[in-house]
C-alpha cells in the first residue's frame, strides 16, 4: 500500500517543536470557542450513567438523526450519524465504488488531501479537474472529466482550500452530471455555517438518487476532536453504507452524540453569525497583509482558509518549514492540495494572533 | 454488496418492543456500572473547551498511548488508540489483507459475527474452524486450515460466544502458525478482564512481526457507547494501519479518551475484581437454572455469555422471537454465530435480573 498520509499531522508537529513562537494557521482547528451548550450538554451526559453509557443505535441516536432530518428536510432514515466528516466521506465514498458503476473518481485540482487518500485507499484512481484560480468550478470541465468509469465525483463547498463557494447553477449541474453518468456526487459542506457569499447551495437543494451529502459539527461548533458528524444518502443507498458504518465503527461516540444534540436544541443563532463576522474581518485583516507583502490570493468566499503565492516562494514543504523558522507563521504547502498549487501556501484563519500573522509575513516578505 | 448485518440490533428492537416484561439478555451491554472515574473524567474534561475540544493526535492521545504502552509493555510507537474494539478488529484485518500475502481469513465456528462481516466487506473469504463443544480450539485444527492463501486468522479470547479462554500453549501455537503462513493473528482480547479461569494468554507473550492484539474499553469500564479502543501492530505494520485510521475517522474521540485515560489512573482494582466475581456468580445462577430446564451448555470461563441448547428449540431468529414473547428472555439466535450453533441460544449475563431469566427459562422448558 502506498496511499499518502495527509501532511497536517506532519506541519502542525514541525511547528510545536519550533525554537521560537509560532502563531499556527495549519490546522483546521476552529479557536473560537464552542457553544455553551456543548459543555453543558457534556456535563448532564457525564451524570448518567449505567444504560446510557452504553452503544447508541448504530445509526446514531434517534432523537439526533430527528434533529438532522428536520433541519435537512430528509427522511431520518436517510441519516447516519458519523465519527466527524471524515468518516461521512469514508462511508460515502466506499459506497459509490459499492455500485460497481466504475472505480474511479472525479476530484477538483485543488483538492482537500484527504478525498485523493481514501481513494487510493478503497482501491480506485482520481482524476482531477482544475479549477480557475479563484477556486470556482465550471461544470463543464467535469462533465468532460466524467465518463462510464465514474463512481463519483466528490466536491467540497464552501471550499479547503480555495474558499470558493459553488452557487446554485453549479451544485444543479454537478447533480445532472452524477445523473447522467450514474455516478454519486459526493457533496461534502462541513462549512455551510461559513457562508460569506450568501450562495451557497447545498447538493440537497436537488432531489435525486444520486448525491450524497456530508457533514460535521467539528466546525459548526469548534469540536473536530468530538468526531461526530453525519451522511444523508438517497433511500435506495442507505443500508449498505449502515452496514458498513456498523462493520467499520460499530457506532459513532455517544457522548459527542449527545452534547451535539444538547448544543443543536440550544444554541442561540447568534452564535453562528458571531463566528462568520469574525472570519470576514479576519479575511480582511489577512488579504490587506497580503497585499503589502506582494503576494496574489483570491479573497474566499467561505470556510476559513487563504491561499497566498508569495514571489520567489514555492509552497513546499521545505519552505513552509522555513517560514515556521524564520518568520514564526506556519502554513500548509500548497503542494499538498495538487499539482495547480504547488507555488502556493494555505494559511488558516483559526488563530486569534490573524494580524500579528499578518504582519509577520508582511515583514518576512516586504 | 451483501455483506451481513449483524442481528444484535433487530433482536434488541423486537425485545424493546415487545408487548410484555422481557428480561434482556442479547447485548453485550454490561449493566454492573462504570467506574467513578469515568464520569469524573468527563466532567473535567468538559471545562477544558477550546483547544481541548480540537483534534486529538490521530494516532490518540499521546498520555493515553504511553500509558495502554506501559500497561502492556510495548512501544508507544506500537499502539493505535482506535473507535472502539470494532475500529481495532477493522484496521487488523484490513492491515492482513494489505500485506498481500493472501485473502484468506481462518475464523472459528461458532464465531462473533462482526469478523465474516468485516472479511465479507474487505473483499475476502472466510475459512471456518470448529471449535469442541466447550468453545476450546484446537491449534492443529486451524494449522490445517491455513495455506498460502491465509492473510490472517481471528481469535477472541475470551471467547464471545463461548466463554473459552485459550491458554498459553493454544496462543503460542497461533502465533507459530501465523508465522509459518506469513500471516497475521489477530487477538481480540476485549474480555481480557473478565476472566474466571487464570489461564488467560494475551499473544503479546509472544514476540512476534506476526500478531496484532485489539482491545477496547467498552467492556472493562462499561462504557460501550464512548466507543474508544486500542490496537498494538508489530513495529513494521503499523505505520499503514494508522494511515488507514487516519483516512476512515481522522481520529478517536476526545472526550472519551480523555474519560478512559483519567478511569485507567484512578480506578482500584477492585472495581476490576468486584465484576469478574459478580460475573462469577450469575455463571452459577443461571447454569444451575439451565440444569433445571434440561439444557445443555458449557460453563464459560471468561467473558459474560452461556450457550445453551433447549430440547427440539433450535436456535434460529424465530425462535428467539417466540422466547421474548412467551418466556420473557431475550437471547441471540445461535445461527447468527455460525453453522455449529444452529441449535443453540447465546444469553449475556448483563442483567441484575439473570436469576429472574434463568427462572423463567426454567418454567417455560419444563
Do not use: C
Request: glycine share 8%; net charge negative; no cysteine.
Amino acid at each position: 500500500m502506498d496511499y499518502d498520509t495527509p501532511l497536517f499531522f506532519h506541519v502542525m508537529e514541525y511547528a510545536a517543536g519550533a525554537d521560537r513562537d509560532v502563531v499556527d494557521m495549519v490546522s483546521g482547528n476552529p479557536d473560537w470557542g464552542s457553544p455553551d451548550a456543548i459543555s453543558e450538554g457534556l456535563h448532564e451526559y457525564a451524570d448518567l450513567g449505567g444504560a446510557d453509557f452504553q452503544y447508541p443505535p448504530s445509526e446514531g441516536l434517534r432523537e439526533l438523526r430527528e434533529e438532522i432530518a428536520a433541519r435537512r428536510d430528509v427522511d431520518q432514515s436517510q441519516v447516519v450519524v458519523t465519527n466527524g466528516g471524515g468518516e461521512a466521506n469514508y462511508l460515502a465514498m466506499a459506497r459509490a465504488l459499492e455500485r460497481e458503476r466504475g472505480s474511479e473518481f472525479v476530484l477538483t485540482d485543488p483538492v482537500y488531501p484527504y478525498y485523493p487518500g481514501k481513494t487510493t485507499m478503497l482501491g480506485a484512481t482520481a482524476r482531477y479537474v482544475a479549477t480557475d484560480e479563484d477556486g470556482s468550478l465550471d461544470p463543464e470541465k467535469v462533465r468532460e472529466a466524467a465518463s462510464e468509469e465514474t463512481a463519483g465525483i466528490v466536491v467540497n463547498t464552501p471550499n479547503n482550500p480555495t474558499g470558493a463557494v459553488y452557487d446554485e447553477e453549479t451544485m444543479r449541474e454537478l447533480v445532472a452530471i452524477a445523473e447522467e453518468y450514474d455516478a454519486l456526487l459526493v457533496s461534502d459542506e462541513v462549512y455551510d455555517h461559513f457562508d460569506f457569499s450568501g450562495e451557497f447551495t447545498s447538493a440537497l437543494s436537488f432531489d435525486s438518487e444520486n448525491r450524497v451529502v456530508t457533514n460535521s459539527y467539528s466546525k459548526t461548533f469548534a469540536i473536530t476532536g468530538f468526531r461526530v458528524g453525519y451522511a444523508i444518502f438517497p433511500e435506495s443507498l442507505v443500508d449498505v453504507a449502515k452496514t458498513r458504518h456498523m462493520l467499520t465503527n460499530v457506532a459513532t461516540t455517544r457522548p459527542g452524540q449527545y452534547a451535539v444534540l444538547h448544543a443543536l436544541r440550544n444554541t442561540d443563532p447568534a452564535y453562528y453569525e458571531a463566528n462568520r463576522e469574525l472570519l470576514e474581518e479576519r479575511v480582511e485583516t489577512f488579504t490587506a497583509a497580503l497585499d503589502d507583502a506582494g503576494a496574489d490570493y483570491s479573497s474566499p468566499d467561505g470556510a476559513f482558509y487563504v491561499m497566498a503565492r508569495f514571489p520567489d516562494y514555492p509552497g513546499t514543504l521545505e519552505n513552509v518549514e522555513r517560514l515556521i523558522d524564520e518568520a514564526g507563521v506556519a502554513g500548509m504547502p500548497g503542494e499538498a492540495f495538487g499539482e495547480s498549487r504547488t507555488d502556493w501556501l494555505r494559511f488558516a484563519l483559526v488563530s486569534p494572533r490573524v494580524e500579528e500573522a499578518a504582519d509577520r509575513l508582511a515583514d518576512y516578505f516586504a
